[in-house]
């Protein structure tokens, strides 16, 4: 008989426990497989936020969205789209339900323990399907998976959640981008806004500048390399800063270069205080990015 066997929430960046399903089943390798749901919650920061490791008789899935992990095991038949429906349907009621200043701020073990009640009433839901037609959208979630299907964890994955390897990131580099960064902060705002500000400036002198070369052939054109150079390089920033990306720091400091860079060519067309302006713009956006990490990071994916 396909069906959901065990869930739980818990936080990213450290694996605490939220909330789990109340659990009497005593079967030894049910039990091995929450063991391996246990290591697993540990490590979300490092793997995509969409998964399925098979174990023998069951599976284990789970998602993961503004730093809170959904897990689950169900039977090895139980239909992967329900799997993650289900999933879904935790998710939506658990971010409505707490404020993430509460998440990120609790310290002891089932902080959410009353989450109980909704697990429990949605995993009776999902093993009765008679009672799922009307409810959801089975479809929508199928096409999703079929465009963005859930990452399989291999045997190796399962040996490095029990804790036989340490080399457990560099496969995961290409899907770096996935993971979710910490919560945007005044600071970051204010540098992300600068940023945009001095890529507009340099936008701007650039477009002025091929004027004047089409007025008079005397005018360097380097200096319009300069300026779309300044601009690709804050608004780099501003993407580094959003979103999640392999090497990010080092982007980041790349970028900041160029911006020095392009400037000190400048320096003939703005005084001392416009340069000290982008250039000091451009080490505070680099910073911020620094300060942003991603929630859970695995360490091999910034430098």
Not at 121 to 129: A, F
Not at 217 to 243: K, P, R, S
Request: hydrophobic share 40%; aromatic share 12%.
């Amino acid at each position: 008989m396909s069906m959901v066997l065990f869930a739980s929430v818990v936080r990213v960046g450290d694996g605490l426990p939220l909330s789990a399903s109340t659990d009497y089943e005593q079967d030894r390798e049910l039990q091995e497989t929450k063991r391996h749901l246990k290591g697993l919650s540990k490590k979300l920061g490092q793997f995509p936020d969409r998964c399925t490791l098979k174990t023998g008789p069951y599976n284990v899935n789970f998602t993961s969205s503004l730093g809170v992990g959904y897990l689950m095991v169900c039977t090895a038949n139980y239909p992967n789209v329900l799997a993650f429906c289900f999933l879904d349907e935790l998710q939506k009621e658990f971010i409505v339900t707490y404020d993430p200043k509460r998440i990120n701020s609790a310290v002891r073990p089932y902080s959410f323990i009353e989450f109980d009640t909704f697990i429990q009433k949605t995993k009776q839901r999902y093993n009765s399907p008679r009672s799922l037609s009307t409810k959801i959208n089975l479809a929508d979630m199928q096409t999703e998976i079929k465009l963005r299907p859930p990452y399989q964890l291999s045997p190796e994955d399962l040996r490095a959640i029990n804790g036989f390897s340490v080399h457990t990131t560099s496969k995961y580099k290409g899907i770096a981008p996935t993971q979710m960064l910490e919560p945007v902060t005044l600071p970051g705002i204010v540098s992300c806004v600068l940023s945009i500000l001095c890529g507009g400036l340099n936008l701007l002198r650039g477009v002025h500048a091929i004027e004047s070369i089409l007025q008079n052939d005397d005018e360097d054109f380097n200096y319009v390399i300069a300026f779309f150079l300044g601009t690709t390089a804050c608004l780099y920033q501003c993407y580094l800063f959003v979103y999640s990306s392999v090497w990010r720091n080092s982007k980041s400091f790349l970028a900041f270069a160029l911006i020095c860079l392009s400037n000190m060519y400048l320096y003939e067309l703005r005084n001392m205080w416009q340069i000290l302006f982008h250039v000091a713009v451009g080490a505070f956006m680099t910073l911020q990015i620094r300060l942003r990490q991603p929630l859970g990071k695995a360490p091999d994916y910034n430098v």
